[in-house]
C-alpha cells in the first residue's frame, strides 16, 4: 500500500508527514506545527493531512537542511556560504527553540511591539530559520516549492491596514526614500522580505548584534516575486 496520496494537482502528500523527514522526525516541535490546523488540508483527496507531507513542503526542506546542520554541528558550512564568520549558539524554527520547545522570550517582545497582540489576532510573523551566533542574527526566508514552479514569493495583494502602520513608519529607518515614498507598492511587492527585515533589525538591536537577512529560492523556480 503507498504511503502517500496523489491530490488532484499531481502533488504527493505522504500519510505520515515524518516519511519525508531526515533528521529528528519524532521532533514535538516539529509535530506541533505539522497538526496546526492551518497546516491542515481541509478538501479534496488530501483532506485531513498535513502540508507538511506535500512532497514540495518548504518547511519539511528547511527542517531536514537546517536541523541537520545543527544536531552535526556543521553550522560553519552554511556561515562560509554567507561570508560569516561566527559561532552558532541556537536556532530557531519558526520562532521556537527546538532544543527547548519554548518560543524566544526575546523575538517575542520584539513581535509584541512591531505586531501587537490587539491587532494581529490571527498570527505574528514566524521567521522561516533564525541563526543566532555569537556576534550575528540571520534570518532565513524560504521559498523551496516545487522544482521549476512559478513563484509569487514575497508579495501581498491585499492593501495594508492599520496593524502595518509601525512597519510604514519605521521603513524610513531600513530603507531608501524611493522605496518608502511609495511603500504601499513596494512595500506589498516585498512584504515578507519587509517584515522579517524590520523584525530582525530590531532583535539584533536588542541583542546588539549585526543582523543579516537571506532569501532561500530554488535556481529553476519562475516568476520569484
Excluded at 24 to 34: E, F, R
Excluded at 127 to 154: H, M, Q, R, Y
Aim: proline share 2%; hydrophobic share 30%; glycine share 4%.
Amino acid at each position: 500500500m503507498d504511503n502517500y496520496i496523489t491530490s488532484k494537482t499531481g502533488v504527493k502528500v505522504f500519510k505520515d508527514y515524518r516519511d519525508q523527514v531526515t533528521v529528528d522526525k519524532d521532533s514535538p516541535l516539529l509535530k506541533a506545527k505539522a497538526s496546526l490546523s492551518r497546516e491542515t488540508y481541509n478538501r479534496g483527496t488530501v483532506k485531513g493531512l498535513s502540508r507538511f507531507g506535500s512532497e514540495n513542503s518548504e518547511d519539511i526542506k528547511t527542517w531536514n537542511t537546517f536541523r541537520s546542520l545543527q544536531l552535526n554541528k556543521n553550522m560553519r558550512k552554511y556561515y562560509e556560504l554567507m561570508s560569516l564568520q561566527d559561532d552558532c549558539e541556537r536556532v530557531l524554527f519558526w520562532g521556537i527553540d527546538a532544543d527547548t520547545g519554548k518560543f524566544d522570550k526575546d523575538l517575542k517582545s520584539v513581535l509584541d511591539k512591531i505586531e501587537p497582540p490587539a491587532l494581529w489576532t490571527v498570527q505574528q510573523t514566524e521567521p522561516d530559520v533564525i541563526i543566532i551566533g555569537k556576534n550575528t542574527i540571520v534570518f532565513n526566508e524560504s521559498k523551496l516549492g516545487k522544482s521549476g514552479a512559478n513563484i509569487e514569493a514575497w508579495n501581498r495583494k491585499d492593501k495594508f491596514s492599520e496593524k502595518h502602520e509601525f512597519y510604514r513608519k519605521n521603513a524610513e529607518r531600513y530603507f531608501n526614500k524611493n522605496f518608502t515614498d511609495d511603500f504601499d507598492v513596494q512595500g506589498r511587492r516585498f512584504y515578507q522580505l519587509v517584515r522579517n527585515y524590520i523584525v530582525g533589525s530590531n532583535l539584533a538591536e536588542k541583542l546588539n548584534k549585526k543582523f543579516h537577512l537571506t532569501a532561500l529560492v530554488r535556481k529553476d523556480n519562475k516568476a520569484i516575486s
